[in-house]
């Protein structure tokens, strides 16, 4: 029996993204769709040399320990470090939530770089322990509100982004920050689903980067990133659905235009770019009102910018949120 559910789930409640994904692709065409997703998981990748051979993760410990306690600003309760790190989404590896911890335990994360660049006068490529080194490492606290309606709450060691984003300094015509995740799959065996247009890819407004909620993570619970994490590198964006805060990011790259990203790519109708926690917008298939939060029973109500409205709200001034879902 999964510990992690503290109720069980029917299933009339939610297709999982897969589920549902994969059957309608399939009817949509897998032939053509396959085709060119294949092509593109194949393909040589030339902007993010990555480890060769097998290498230990380094046993140094950059990240502090925990500090502000054991409940978020709202006084709920962490979610035990074991759930936080066996109950998790990562389709590189494979869709089933618990999965992924056992299937990803020997993927290597040093060396590892991180390209940034597209728009800006200064890009760089820095290898991820420099990066971890040169921007101040907190502590953060942070609600995560998956769109399949479950939520933890998950404390996380990392750096502003917008102090990455500072020193590569952004030019005048960049709008938004794509976020592109590793590909390889010959160490990330889901990338091997023609379903889906690898690699993972992720965008924010920048002013959205910029926000100081918007963290690039680096470890939790005051130990470096496990892998089912998204180590060596992920960003957390707390005020919008999990699959907003990509892993294992390779490169991140100001550009014009909004970004392509994977969940709009496989279903534009259901996953909007900005994908803002709203209870009051059902996803076409469920209701967001109310989440299942993890090692709790019941449900409780989804908050509007999943609690932290106080932070980004300002951000949305004159946006109709409906449209841009
Ligand atoms: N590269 C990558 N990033 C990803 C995903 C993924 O499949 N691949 N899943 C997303 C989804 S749907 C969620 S809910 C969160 C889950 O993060 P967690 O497993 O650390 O809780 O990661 C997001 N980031
Ligand atoms: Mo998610």
């Not at 998981?41 to 054991?70: H, N, R, Y």
């Not at 993972?200 to 470890?219: C, F, I, K, Q």
């Not at 939790?220 to 805060?245: C, T």
Request: aromatic share 12%; proline share 8%; with cysteine.
């Amino acid at each position: 029996m999964d510990k992690w559910k503290a109720q069980p789930i029917r299933s009339s409640e939610i297709t999982p993204e897969w589920a549902y994904l994969n059957r309608r692709q399939f009817m949509k065409g897998a032939a053509a769709v396959s085709v060119g997703a294949l092509l593109a998981a194949c393909a040589p990748q030339a902007s993010a040399p990555q480890s060769s051979g097998p290498q230990a993760v380094p046993t140094l410990d950059t990240t502090p320990g925990i500090t502000k306690g054991d409940k978020d600003e709202l006084g709920s309760a962490l979610t035990p470090f074991e759930a936080v790190t066996n109950y998790n989404n990562y389709y590189e590896f494979t869709t089933d939530k618990e999965g992924v911890a056992p299937m990803s335990k020997d993927f290597v994360v040093r060396p590892w770089t991180v390209e940034v660049g597209g728009l800006v006068n200064k890009p760089k490529t820095y290898d991820v322990d420099d990066l971890i080194k040169r921007f101040t490492i907190e502590e953060r606290i942070y609600r995560l509100r998956c769109v399949e309606a479950w939520s933890m709450v998950i404390p996380w060691q990392g750096f502003a982004l917008n102090q990455l984003l500072k020193e590569v300094e952004p030019q005048s015509s960049a709008k938004y920050v794509h976020f592109v995740s590793l590909l390889d799959p010959k160490r990330m065996p889901g990338q091997s689903s023609p379903f889906y247009t690898w690699p993972y890819s992720e965008g924010l407004r920048l002013d959205e980067a910029m926000n100081d909620l918007t963290l690039m993570a680096t470890g939790l619970y005051g130990k470096n990133l496990l892998p089912q994490s998204g180590a060596p590198l992920r960003v957390v964006v707390p005020w919008k659905y999990g699959f907003k805060s990509a892993k294992a990011i390779v490169k991140i790259e100001l550009v014009a235009e909004q970004p392509r990203t994977l969940w709009s790519d496989a279903a534009p109708n259901e996953y909007g770019f900005y994908s803002n926690v709203k209870p009051d917008v059902s996803h076409p298939r469920w209701s967001q009102a109310r989440e299942r939060r993890i090692g709790e029973g019941g449900r409780r109500p989804t908050l509007m910018f999943n609690g932290y409205a106080e932070q980004v709200a300002a951000l949305y001034t004159g946006l109709d949120l409906r449209a841009n879902y």
